[in-house]
């Protein structure tokens, strides 16, 4: 399809979405004229401590999201979101017609590359892979602190990426066009996960080294809630029998250290191996099974006991996301 029609498409659908969203938010700007590359000031929203800094369009579904109708009007509301945030996503896309196509009417799985990007991912349409898409691409949760980057470019050699919970691979994909990037290890012991995992790695020709198992701070057998995307995780009641590994000696061969592993986190973090380790980290962690009331408190508290300097990227109620270095 042409370029052409490729616009006229995405103009349909901010023209759609944007009337209930600018006379209910007062924007006088279209979606269309909003570049979706622009960040927003430092220090717009959030404490200066926090790392992520969203686009600046992040700021029209923010408000669409938080606006009160009557009523009678919910449905549309829903809908006017959903047209909204679909129109921003799609033009991240270098295919941004067939993306606002799947994701308002199919469950279809799409390959994509970013227009700003060279690398390529899968995911799963309508379901909590295109939440994960929003904090790498839109929310900037996980934009390297300049700290971090400053110690990754010291090395003066690749960087060695270690990945707990991979799910479908969008660190991999997000490091992959922003850092010269050596061995790549992936834990996902989700088969429906790994599948799509597998699917990156395919098409990106990467080489990256997938391990279908639990992400632990002991080797065993667990039990394991399988099918669930982003929420699969170690569960008593769980599903399937799946093996864990002692995670502990891939951290000591990794540069750089992703974990999201839905409140199994903090076994691992609260392993006095901890402070023997030196790579460079970025933690999703959750109320799930946490230790203390205080969550966000506790997980600083761990990594500083363990000689590293903390910085918060996001924080929410029942979890947040944690940069972490030595420097």
């Known amino acids: 399809m ?31 004229q909003i570049r979706l590359v622009e960040k927003s000031p ?89 939440d994960i898409f929003r904090k790498f691409y839109a929310y900037g949760y ?30 991999e994909v997000f490091t992959r066009d922003r850092l010269p990037i050596g061995h790549v290890v992936c834990f996902e012991p989700d088969p429906a996960n790994a599948a799509v995992l597998e699917r990156a790695r395919a098409t990106n020709g990467a080489d990256w080294e997938i391990v279908r198992a639990c992400a632990s701070n002991r080797a065993g057998t667990v039990r394991f809630n399988t099918g669930h995307k982003n929420f699969s995780r170690i569960d008593a ?7 864990a590994l002692d995670v502990f000696g891939r ?10 592993i839905e409140g199994s986190e ?3 973090l609260q392993d006095p191996r901890l ?12 109320r799930i099974a946490n230790p203390t009331a205080d969550i966000h408190g506790h997980v600083r ?6 000689g590293y300097s903390v910085r918060l990227a996001a924080k929410v109620k029942d979890n947040g996301l944690l940069w972490a270095w030595k420097a």
């Open 266 to 268: 903090w076994e691992i």
């Open 142 to 171: 996980y934009d390297l602190p300049e700290e971090v980057q400053a110690r990754l470019r010291s090395l003066d050699r690749a960087v060695n990426v270690l990945d707990l919970g991979a799910n479908i691979g969008f660190f």
């Open 42 to 130: 430092r220090g717009a929203r959030g404490s200066s401590e926090q790392t992520a800094q969203p686009l600046r369009s992040v700021r029209i579904g923010e408000r669409l999201a938080s606006g009160h109708y009557p009523w009678p009007l919910d449905g549309l509301q829903r809908a006017a979101k959903k047209l909204t945030w679909t129109a921003l996503e799609a033009r991240l896309v270098n295919s941004p017609v067939s993306y606002a196509v799947r994701e308002l009417l199919t469950h279809r799985q799409g390959d994509y590359a970013l227009r700003n990007g060279e690398s390529r991912f899968s995911v799963r349409h309508r379901s909590g892979d295109i």
């Open 251 to 260: 951290i000591a061969e990794a540069d750089l250290v992703k974990m999201n």
């Open 275 to 286: 402070a023997e380790t030196s790579a460079s980290w970025i933690v999703e962690y959750h």
């Open 237 to 243: 009641g769980g599903d399937a029998d799946t093996p």
């Open 2 to 32: 042409s370029r052409r029609l490729q616009g006229a498409f995405e103009r349909e659908l901010v023209q759609e979405a944007s009337p209930l969203g600018r006379s209910q938010l007062g924007m006088s700007e279209t979606v269309e």
């Open 301 to 306: 508290e761990l990594f500083e006991r363990a």
